[in-house]
């Protein structure tokens, strides 16, 4: 198993050392789970009649830096049921999981904090790892605190969640704390109401977004782009319906572990539908419809389509995390021989796409070689060697293109492994985007076949891709990573055509419809308002371009253009204005 890296471990330390300190202020307190995340770390407590707020995270960190400079050892032991239930006698959430974890025949290990002479401070069941001593956490700081349903089950106790973060010097914990300010500012659910791209509506229901005229322009466009550097590549698309009978699911594998996450659908029928979640196993049944031969292969299959989770309503955030998630899903059914040549086709198209956001650059991004967990075989459906096939394909693809690349064990998905990539955003936080997955088992579970060379009856691979993901989730990363202020030929809005005054509209009228017919996402706005106005307004809009008509321009046909975020204006004919709306 590969190791965390030392942020991952300092922030599991961290974890541990704010639940000791919360253990000496609320000595009943009872602890849920309190894992590392991707920013920090957080811990769930059942505070049960006491108040806490954030008034107490000074008196919390006081006691925290106290645990710190004992430096006390971190040390791993193991206990029997017997022994373990009685390190917990009242805390009913640590004999739930200590209940478990013993069903599933799995040991119970647990990390002290060891002081003078051997004497255990703190205890906890965990996994580990952790960091060697205390002192070697850093500095932190307690962030915010909120609800949190046991287990994320709102029909279970509700806990109080404490999150916190961690750095090895001040220094990180300052820099940090600036990339907060940061992110406040291009928070894309603030962004997205001032450049009036999306809403939700409470008779609609959390988790639905509703885009409005411009916000569906800067979808089409991301999807446009994306169908283009697609069908360039020969892939083909289809259409699936929204609902389906829940067999599809059942044998595909995806019912067993997600049954609880779908929206169920009931008709005047027996059967139960659902929502579709995902829409791999649909594009199983085109490939099913007829008898394929090897010269069908590759049969790259592409939609861009909307899926449907029953995500919890206190997890959902912006378009980060919603109900609807619009995913550019592409399916490839292939010979095993072509599977290096396919997935180099895919990274070429991973490439142009990121390559045109200015996102595929220097150590702007890294590419996880998601692989099984070894110790845990039982979560992985399929044969072994064809999932040792699959690792190797992929790891040779990331070496052929020389991409930035690391095995994780234990992020594969359950049917086969992937390239997940992680993209670095304009202030340094990684968000994974693209994925390619090869996938033997989903061929074998819905029995795909093929006939070939010799006449023989073959299982084809499947090949799952995702450009942008989610449509939603992609635009939440993009509209922070620009600041709403977004490259020309994404921006909903390309230009503001601005006369000086009213002498000169009817050529604006003229030059809008110029730039209209060759596709230019253009605005007018009249002479009634002042010119300084109305450049300031196309600025606050974070317009691309400004055009400026008056008596200079009327005669000689250019364009006086001020880019956004810019003071000074550059002349351009009209052909130079439409080459500088392209993706250069």
Request: net charge negative; with cysteine; charged share 30%.
């Amino acid at each position: 198993m590969c190791q965390p890296d030392i942020e991952l471990l300092r922030r599991h330390t961290a974890s541990h050392i704010m639940s000791a300190a919360v253990g000496m202020l609320f000595p009943d307190v009872k602890r849920g789970v309190g894992p590392w995340t991707e920013t920090g770390f957080y811990q769930d407590f059942d505070f049960g009649e006491a108040e806490v707020s954030d008034k107490d995270f000074k008196k919390i960190e006081k006691k925290m830096r106290w645990i710190v400079n004992k430096d006390f050892k971190v040390q791993k032991r193991m206990l029997s049921g017997e022994e373990a239930r009685a390190a917990f006698p009242n805390d009913e959430y640590k004999l739930e999981l200590i209940d478990e974890i013993l069903d599933r025949g799995e040991e119970l290990s647990f990390y002290d904090f060891v002081g003078e002479e051997g004497r255990v401070f703190y205890t906890d069941l965990c996994a580990g790892p952790h960091l060697e001593s205390t002192g070697q956490v850093g500095v932190f700081k307690i962030t915010k605190l909120a609800g949190a349903y046991w287990r994320g089950d709102e029909n279970k106790a509700q806990l109080t969640r404490l999150y916190g973060i961690a750095f090895a010097d001040a220094e990180g914990l300052e820099a940090y704390q600036t990339m907060l300010e940061e992110a406040a500012k291009r928070d894309h659910r603030k962004l997205g109401k001032e450049l009036d791209l999306f809403t939700f509506s409470e008779l609609v229901g959390p988790g639905l977004p509703l885009f409005t005229p411009k916000g569906e322009l800067l979808r089409s466009t991301v999807g446009d782009y994306l169908k283009q550097l697609k069908e360039s590549k020969g892939y083909q698309h289809v259409w699936i319906p929204h609902i389906t009978k829940k067999d599809l699911y059942e044998t595909s594998g995806h019912w067993d572990k997600y049954k609880d996450d779908l929206f169920h659908v009931k008709g005047k029928s027996d059967a139960e539908f659902v929502m579709k979640p995902m829409n791999c196993p649909h594009h199983t049944q085109i490939f099913a419809s007829k008898m394929r031969s090897y010269r069908d292969l590759p049969l790259r299959l592409a939609e861009t389509t909307t899926c449907y989770r029953d995500e919890q309503q206190g997890e959902l955030l912006g378009l980060s995390r919603v109900r609807s998630l619009t995913v550019d899903d592409t399916h490839i059914f292939c010979r095993i021989d072509q599977i290096q040549e396919e997935a180099e086709g895919v990274i070429d198209i991973i490439r142009q796409f990121y390559t045109s956001l200015n996102m595929w650059e220097g150590d702007n991004f890294w590419v996880s070689l998601s692989v099984r967990d070894p110790e845990k075989p039982e979560k992985y459906l399929g044969d072994p060697a064809n999932w040792d096939k699959a690792e190797s394909f992929l790891e040779s693809v990331a070496k052929n293109n020389d991409l930035p690349y690391k095995r994780i064990e234990g992020e594969a998905a359950f049917y086969g492994p992937k390239l997940d990539f992680q993209f670095k955003d304009a202030i340094g936080r990684e968000w994974q985007l693209a994925t390619l997955q090869i996938d033997f088992v989903m061929p074998e579970r819905f029995k795909l076949e093929y006939i070939n060379e010799e006449g023989q009856k073959e299982r084809p691979v499947m090949l799952h891709i995702a450009i942008a993901g989610s449509l939603e989730r992609f635009l939440s990363v993009i509209i922070e990573h620009y600041a709403g202020a977004f490259p020309a030929w994404l921006a909903p809005v390309q230009a503001h055509v601005l006369p000086v005054n009213s002498a000169h509209e009817a050529h604006c009228e003229k030059l809008i419809e110029t730039l209209k017919e060759a596709g230019a996402r253009v605005e007018y706005y009249d002479s009634s308002d002042s010119l300084g106005k109305r450049i300031r307004n196309c600025q606050k809009a974070r317009v691309p371009f400004a055009i400026v008509v008056g008596d200079k321009e009327v005669e000689s046909g250019n364009l006086t253009v001020r880019k956004y975020g810019e003071e000074k204006d550059q002349v351009m004919t009209v052909d130079e204005f439409k080459a500088a709306l392209g993706r250069g």
